[in-house]
């Protein structure tokens, strides 16, 4: 199992320019979110998916857009990035069950630089 | 609302202290989890343990050792007999369906701690 995957490990981009952070995982979760962590502020959800086909907002999601087409692979999309997105990314995935949670698996983290 | 609060933001303590990293929690819902996370310098998040609401009982796994207190809505997190090994940052977080759905979390700050030799 190579549990949760992220690409790419670092990435750094203009402002205005516009990508896509792939995420992957063969755990067969149902639950997927993605987090970004800034210095002094914790991690913060921006987007998560309780199974293919649905998906929905978290704590901090302008600027960003997922999907779900498959129950392995939930991408994140920057539209037009800017200064204020520069933050490290993490992927995660748990099971899922009606009314429990359960231990999310976080990817490696993906380091984003807009300048 | 949701809320998890880690009031220490950076401790330092010298090998083989015993340090207790504190987590307090708050939510409307009487069924929710509470979760304790490592990020080494490395950068990965290491799960360390799941605890649910119903489950007053604390736990103990080698050095590391959890105390759950519902009355005082905490639920600290204690190692004994530090090591440098153990530097790291600490998240606490707080899963509960007051938001939407029961997977998400709601992390802490963060504590850093930093074990000298």
């Known amino acids: 199992n190579a549990g949760v995957t992220q690409t790419p490990k670092f990435q750094v981009l203009k402002t205005g320019q516009s990508m896509t952070l792939q995420c992957a995982q063969d755990m067969n979760h149902e639950y997927m979110s993605w987090y970004r962590q800034d210095p002094g502020m914790g991690l913060r959800l921006i987007h998560y998916?309780?199974?293919?086909?649905?998906?929905d907002q978290g704590e901090v999601p302008n600027g960003y857009n997922v999907s779900r087409s498959t129950t392995e692979d939930f991408p994140l999309r920057l539209l037009s990035a800017a200064p204020s997105q520069t933050s490290v990314y993490f992927c995660?995935?748990?099971?899922?069950?009606?009314?429990?949670?359960?231990?999310?698996?976080f990817g490696p983290g993906t380091r984003l630089t807009v300048t | 609302a949701q809320k998890v609060t880690q009031a220490q933001t950076e401790i330092s303590v010298v090998e083989k202290e015993d340090v207790t990293l504190d987590c307090v929690y708050e939510?409307?819902?009487?069924?929710?989890?509470l979760f304790w996370y490592k990020q080494p310098p490395s950068g990965e998040l290491v799960f360390l343990i799941r605890?649910?609401?119903?489950?007053?009982q604390n736990e103990i796994s080698g050095r590391y050792s959890w105390n759950f207190q519902k009355s005082t809505s905490s639920f600290n997190f204690t190692i004994t007999a530090s090591q440098v090994v153990d530097s790291a940052v600490y998240f606490c977080?707080?899963?509960?369906?007051?938001?939407?759905?029961?997977?998400?979390?709601?992390f802490g700050k963060g504590t850093k701690l930093s074990v000298k030799p």
């Open positions: 995660a995935s748990s099971y899922s069950s009606s009314g429990r949670s359960y231990e999310q698996y």
């Open positions: 939510t409307r819902d009487t069924t929710y989890y």
């Open positions: 977080a707080l899963s509960a369906n007051e938001g939407g759905s029961q997977g998400n979390l709601i």
């Open positions: 605890r649910n609401s119903f489950d007053e």
């Open positions: 998916s309780v199974g293919a086909g649905i998906t």
